[in-house]
């Protein structure tokens, strides 16, 4: 019994040894330079700092001008002055020349300002980065990690061992985690979910980068579409409000019309001619303050020029007929 306990316990550790050995290692790497500029926090302090630099670097080059004019003026002043007064103003120089040295050392150098505030900038990042790194390495089982912008030198690293997306993806959650609600955290879940399945899957992610570049194939059509319509209706809106200018303008003009009635008689010419006098012309000029109404009295007038037109030749044919027919009893009766 013995013996089988002993046998199936080292068939066991031989098992395992063979898997561990068989395993392949997972090796990966991030760019902490490049993390550093993705993270919003970081590129705030670091554009805050970077104005201080410029306003240090601005009181050196102000300094550089007095010890360069001073300079200039011993030069030019030099055949002037005596030995001690030349060698006072050289001591200056020099003294000036130092401060500046000790001003620039102490803003840039290896132990200045610019480096001990960039460090502590970086400082609270990088402890969030090395911890992202070590859930990424649990979660995954990575092997090695390594730092690609560290003083370890690297003579090749290929791109598909780069985590350095992972990490600012969880250093970008968690600053999203904190603003977002159960809803949305639920939804966030989800879609690191996905990203997470993405980061596992080289194939899932090629299939991903397609859908993703066809999805904004599409709207930037949907985008080039919209703008062309609104084109269109803002080139119909122009045209539109024209048409409404130029009727506006016509509407407060004034509107003068003449309308000229002459009567013609009509005689036979058997028949004495009957003259008629032509009727004056009516002119009508009145200011358009109403269109409406001025439309009505225009055809009023018309109507009432018509009607007298029309009674005047009645009135002139019945005068024929009847000159007529005196003209002819009378012949009938000369006859007779």
């Known amino acids: 019994m013995r013996k089988q306990f002993l046998f199936i316990f080292l068939a066991l550790i031989a098992a395992n040894t063979n898997e561990a050995q068989t395993r392949s290692t997972r090796i990966g790497y991030i760019d902490m330079e490049y993390i ?25 080059e102000i300094k550089k001008l007095e010890i360069n004019k001073l300079k200039e003026n011993l030069k030019t002043e030099k055949a002037l002055l005596t030995k001690e007064l030349i060698e006072e103003r050289e001591t200056e120089i020099k003294f000036l020349e130092n401060e500046m ?5 102490k ?4 132990d200045g300002n610019l480096m001990r505030q960039k460090a502590a900038l970086a400082k609270p990042i990088q402890d969030q980065v090395f911890t992202a790194v070590q859930d990424i390495a649990e979660a995954k089982n990575y092997d090695f990690i390594f730092d690609k912008s560290s003083d370890l030198t690297m003579l090749f690293s290929a791109k598909r ?10 250093l970008n959650r968690t600053e999203k985690r ?29 299939r991903q980068k397609a859908l993703d570049a066809r999805k904004a194939a599409r709207e930037k059509l949907v985008q080039d579409r919209k703008l062309e319509q609104e084109a269109k209706r803002k080139e119909y809106e122009d045209k539109r409000n024209a048409i409404a200018a130029e009727k ?27 003259t008629t006098t032509p009727t004056e012309p009516t002119t009508t000029t009145e ?4 269109k409406a109404e001025e439309r009505q009295k225009l055809y009023e007038q018309r109507k009432k020029e018509l009607e007298e037109k029309k009674k005047k030749i009645l009135e002139e044919r019945e005068a024929a007929k009847k000159a007529k027919e005196a003209e002819t009893q009378k012949t009938n009766t000369t006859n007779n």
């Open 248 to 274: 506006a303008a016509k509407k407060n003009g004034t509107v003068s019309e003449t309308t000229n009635t002459t009567g013609t008689a009509k005689t036979d010419t058997t028949a004495k001619p009957a």
């Open 36 to 60: 550093l500029e993705n993270v919003s926090d970081y590129k705030e302090s670091k554009s805050q700092l970077e104005l201080k630099a410029t306003k240090w670097k601005q009181e050196i």
């Open 178 to 206: 904190e603003q977002l609600t159960k809803k949305q955290l639920k939804e966030q879940e989800a879609k690191e979910n996905i990203e997470n399945a993405i980061d596992e899957n080289p194939a899932m992610a090629d």
């Open 107 to 110: 803003q840039f150098g290896v």
């Open 287 to 290: 200011p358009a303050v109403n």
């Open 101 to 105: 040295l000790e001003y620039q050392q």
């Open 161 to 170: 061992f780069d985590i350095s997306d992972q990490v600012i993806r969880i």
